[in-house]
Nanobody, 124 residues
Framework: QVQLVESGGGLVQAGGSLRLSCAAS????????MGWFRQAPGKEREFVAA????????DYADSVKGRFTISRDNAKNTVYLQMNSLKPEDTAVYYC?????????????????WGKGTLVTVSS
């Protein structure tokens, strides 16, 4: 089991940037692939980005490719989501996730450890 705590959410104007952080505690961080999901008001939770155990592979939703960058620092047990060129449609609660697996399970949301979320609001 791993515990996840997100931070860095807030209010930003369209075109601006935010960096989300997710601090992990518990079992060995480097044994988990890490990622981010989001849920906008009235919508289902959706995959945003994921990164493999050592950071060598990443995957992004088409809606954020070229704007968002996921990274991790295994020495600090932390994963980051750098969000640039934010749009009002990026407004959502962003959830950090962790799972020992890597692959299509992430896009389907089949991961086993979740944070409580951090709210990102993008004003137009």
């Amino acid at each position: 089991q791993v515990q996840l705590v997100e931070s860095g959410g807030g209010l930003v104007q369209a075109g601006g940037s935010l960096r989300l952080s997710c601090a992990a505690s518990g079992r060995t961080f480097s044994s988990y692939a890490m990622g981010w999901f989001r849920q906008a008001p009235g919508k289902e939770r959706e995959f945003v980005a994921a990164i493999s155990w050592g950071g060598g592979s990443t995957d992004y939703a088409d809606s954020v490719k070229g704007r968002f960058t996921i990274s991790r620092d295994n020495a600090k047990n932390t994963v980051y989501l750098q969000m640039n060129s934010l749009k009002p449609e990026d407004t959502a609660v962003y959830y950090c996730a962790a799972d020992p697996s890597w692959g299509s399970s992430w896009v389907r949301g089949r991961v086993h450890n979740w944070g409580k979320g951090t709210l990102v609001t993008v004003s137009s």
